[in-house]
């Protein structure tokens, strides 16, 4: 994906590379305007990367009577799941364990269940269906025995790479994308902005011209529309925090809904990959956006409700291997709780300056908020509204790299005939094809000429040298935290931070990237320093100090 340094005149400016923005700059590519997305740091470098993992209807919304924020989340949900992107979004059952009389108040609304339960049967072909205390034993045997439990369907997915596949279906669809990229000067006229842009990666800059401005900058839309002249719409800043807990073999594939011990809110366990997500939190933030870490008191309570209903696993808490936390952005709610605040988005016009901000929201229904914040963007910039035969690709058409369930089977198998003898695990094919679809033929070339770059570089996982290298290549990575946070999830899915293969991928992506021996330790170094920063809640620091010497081997 080569960066478009490009001056000239654009019809939108897009704020923002999260999964907002990318969205935005997609559904605008496509309809054919003159695109360009830019974020200060790097791609999904915010909350995108830092959710639950789901794309779901949002069952516990019913509680509050949020019926029609629930049906845009199903319809969303099964676009994405069965059209969109079924490379990364997968089906995910979930079940609710009932506790006696302490059975969530929700699911006692009747109306709530049907609603649920009759959009998944009717949109998926899934439903949901109770279970008796023999049923949640045999599928659930970590699990504290209970007499009765109900489970439904909704899907996860992996964040960063939904917006990495987003973002390269705008570059495909004509966009020019800069991560990296900070707006250093904006001035306004009757007809549009003038905008000066600096590259934070070689320190280039030039001007372009923007006819509107679509400001998706998530947490930070109040400060970037105060920038832009504009008494900004102010926010709630939600903080959720997660635990890391290493996926136990009988855990099974279903996430499971608990209550927190503390305030008796919904809490889920989530399988991933290695991994176990135990969140989130819910609390008021109003810290440093860059700098959002799990507190100690967010720790015990995830750990605590875990194991209270998994205390036959026996952890403790030297067991939790990883935690992350981010901020989602909220639009501002009188009298409201923050388990009870409403995840709608509100799209804000100022005509005279030609600028729309974006807010709120989940990573559910970004494509949605996307289609109606450029409906508003052809408006003020005079065009006709789209055609159905438009409307149909934005709500249909894959994302990157654009392979339905049929053809990744097919390439799979013939990838796997021509490839077998020269990758040493049987994960790597299917996995590089789910995620990068025909151009895993040119990473597997690679692993063909030198078969050493093929072997994983983490056991249980089908990461390797040669993935990582196409990244590098492909996917603007700036940063080694690109790298391991958002192009790829090592950070999460390994133990401390993947640091411990890090020194090999250091030493081979650094020709491509041009760093030096000195750039090379610095980055080395800013992964470990973020995993303490994330962890310093409940780890022992001394158990997370970096070798030095294992440092100085990149320097």
């Not at 280039?204 to 719409?233: C, D, F, H, K, Y």
């Not at 021996?517 to 303490?532: L, M, N, T």
């Not at 970096?546 to 081997?553: L, Q």
């Amino acid at each position: 994906m080569t960066v478009h340094i490009m001056p000239g005149e654009f019809d939108c400016l897009v704020l923002g590379g999260g999964i907002t923005g990318a969205g935005v700059a997609r559904d605008a590519a496509m309809r054919g305007l003159r695109t360009v997305l830019v974020d200060s740091h790097d791609f999904a470098s915010g909350t995108s990367h830092l959710t639950s993992k789901l794309i779901h209807g949002g069952l516990r919304y019913l509680e509050h009577c949020q019926f029609r924020l629930v049906a845009e989340g199903i319809i969303e949900r099964d676009r994405l799941l069965n059209r969109m992107a079924p490379n990364l979004v997968a089906p995910l059952r979930f079940v609710i364990p009932f506790e006696g009389s302490r059975f969530p108040k929700w699911l006692l609304t009747v109306c709530g269940l049907q609603f649920y339960g009759l959009a998944e049967l009717l949109r998926s072909g899934r439903r949901s269906s109770p279970l008796l205390a023999a049923g949640m034993k045999r599928h659930y045997p970590a699990l504290l025995p209970h007499p009765f439990g109900v489970n439904f369907w909704d899907a996860q997915t992996n964040d960063a790479r939904l917006v990495m596949a987003t973002v390269r279906t705008a570059y495909a669809a004509g966009a020019a994308v800069h991560n990296y990229t900070s707006v250093t000067d904006v001035a306004r006229d009757k007809d549009g902005w003038n905008v000066r842009l600096r590259s934070e990666l070689d320190d280039r800059e030039w001007s372009i011209r923007a006819r509107s401005i679509i400001n998706a900058t998530g947490p930070w839309s109040p400060m970037t529309a105060r920038r832009l002249g504009v008494e900004p719409q102010e926010l709630m800043w939600v903080k959720g925090s997660h635990l890391l807990l290493r996926r136990p073999p009988d855990f099974g594939r279903d996430a499971v809904i608990i209550n927190s011990v503390r305030d008796r809110r919904a809490l889920w366990i989530i399988p991933w990959e290695t991994r176990l997500i135990v969140g989130s939190t819910e609390s008021l933030y109003r810290g440093d956006l860059r700098n959002v870490r799990p507190e100690s008191d967010e720790v015990d309570d995830l750990f605590d409700s875990f194991t209270r209903y998994f205390a036959r696993l026996g952890l403790k808490r030297r067991d939790i291997l990883g935690a992350y936390a981010g901020v989602r952005p909220i639009v501002s709610q009188d009298g409201e709780s923050e388990n009870s605040l409403s995840r709608r988005h509100q799209i804000l016009i100022d005509d005279e300056r030609r600028l729309i901000t974006i807010t709120g929201g989940k990573l559910t229904t970004f494509r949605n908020m996307a289609e109606q914040a450029v409906d508003r963007a052809e408006q003020l910039l005079g065009y006709p509204p789209a055609t159905h035969a438009v409307r149909s690709r934005l709500r249909r058409e894959l994302l990157w790299p654009g392979l339905a369930r049929p053809d990744m089977m097919k390439l799979t198998a013939a990838l796997e005939r021509n490839h077998c003898r020269s990758v040493s695990s049987a994960a790597i094919i299917p996995h590089l094809v789910r995620h990068y679809g025909a151009q895993a033929s040119t990473i597997l070339d690679v692993i063909a000429a030198e078969p050493r770059l093929g072997e994983p570089l983490y056991d249980g996982l089908p990461y390797c040298l040669a993935e990582l290298a196409y990244l590098c290549e492909s996917e603007n990575v700036g940063r080694l935290l690109d790298l391991v946070k958002r192009r790829t999830p090592l950070y999460f899915l390994t133990d401390n931070g993947s640091l411990g293969s890090l020194r090999q991928v250091v030493e081979h992506v650094a020709p491509i990237l041009g760093w030096s021996p000195a750039r090379q330790a610095e980055e080395w170094a800013a992964v470990g320093d973020e995993f303490r920063d994330d962890t310093q809640a409940f780890a022992d620091q001394g158990d997370l100090q970096t070798d030095k010497s294992e440092r100085a081997v990149c320097a």
